[in-house]
């Protein structure tokens, strides 16, 4: 039985791990972490991703713990409306916190797959019998294939491609997620605000205590600790000491927070998703950031790849049908985001005009189905292959 080591457990990881297990192959996933990430931000499902979801009987348990998010209002400093957002563009059609979309897919693979949580891998020698694996922990072991599905800083793509500095496209922009009291009064809606080149967006779903906040600002590369959550704070801090409307108190929750991600919007391309015996998918072969999709299609990643490693002769050429398959929507979807950084942190006060204007005439009734079409048209650029014979 051919043996496959997957790196990461988050979310496309242990899709694919799921995958493979179904049409027969013996999957052991490693994960960094002591255990599952929980909290985050929600990730939504839109279009034909949908899809992917109902094929490994989810949909369900997802549905289930929707945020049911509404709309999302455009404010002023005063906390005046200015335009609307609406659901369907933030929200997707299903929504769910990420840590509780890893619980649900962890859960669906648990007993049919191996995972080993508090280790990584930390070397790679491929030979003609398979890929002799090395972990910081456990004793090394050998595997035929290695997948690397451990996000856009991943350290199996480090290991088999090289720094990750030779892939990253740096967009301009940091963003940071973090949680803090619903001082707002926020239910199953949220609240935008922006000044040139600095954004904040509120939200409250499931949770009514508490009030997630993403906080966006353009910047050239900043040099500091990935680990050093106090240096990331800090630097928030700086960045948005002078802001207006409800920062100064959205500042002092993030000072006493313990749920902050803090990172820079980049996407990470490669013209080659394999190299040998080892393949990547979902962020860590096309990260797009914000508005590309990325979640359900890093769970349609794995799905693909599952089922061309089932039907194809060789594992080369199940590795080339994957990205034949994949890559003209993961770039779609990294085009798209694109300008994500500067749709929530623009760069001047007419361009925060600007979007005011833009979204009082998408919320018009004449253009309601063009608003959805923008939003769901990387979704829909793909259907999923049909590998039923093969599972």
Known sequence: ?????????????????????????????VEQAPALRAGGSAVDFRGEQLEILRKMGVLPQIEALSTQMGDVT?????GRFEAKVPAAVMSGEVEIPRGDLSRVLYEHTKDKVEYVFGDRITSLTEHAGGVDVTFQKGAPRTFDLVIGAD????????????????????????????????HLGLDHDGQMY????????????????????????????LTYDRHDVEQQKRILIDRFRDAGWEVPTILDGLARTDTLFF?????????????GRVVLVGDAA?????????????????????????????????????????????????????????????????????????????????????????????????????????A
Do not use: C
């Open 286 to 390: 096309w990260a797009g950031g914000p508005g590309s999709g990325g979640t359900g299609l890093g769970m349609i990643g794995g799905y693909v790849l599952a089922g061309e490693l089932a039907t194809k002769s060789s594992y080369s050429a199940a590795f080339e049908a994957f990205e034949e398959v994949i890559r003209s929507t993961a770039k779609m979807g990294q085009n798209q985001a694109k300008q994500s950084g500067g749709f929530f942190a623009p760069g001047s006060d007419r361009s925060i005009r600007n979007r005011k204007y833009v979204y009082r005439v998408l919320n018009t009734k004449p253009m309601t189905g063009l608003l959805t079409w923008l939003v769901n048209r990387s979704a829909d650029s793909l259907q999923l292959p049909d590998y039923t014979r093969a």
């Open 1 to 29: 039985m051919t043996k496959i080591l997957v790196s990461g457990a988050s979310i496309a990881g242990p899709t694919t791990a799921y995958w493979l297990h179904r049409h027969g192959f013996e999957v052991t996933v």
């Open 151 to 182: 996000g856009s800083h991943s350290g199996v793509r480090s290991l088999a491609f090289g720094p990750e500095q030779d892939f990253a496209t740096d967009l301009g922009y940091y963003v940071a997620y973090f949680t803090v009291p619903n």
């Open 74 to 78: 455009i404010v002023d400093r005063d």
């Open 194 to 221: 922006s000044e040139p080149n600095l954004g904040v967006m509120v939200t409250s779903h499931l949770d009514q205590d508490t009030m997630g906040v993403a906080m966006y600002f353009a910047s050239e590369p």
């Open 263 to 275: 990172d820079s919007l980049t996407q990470i391309r490669l013209d080659k998703w394999s190299k």
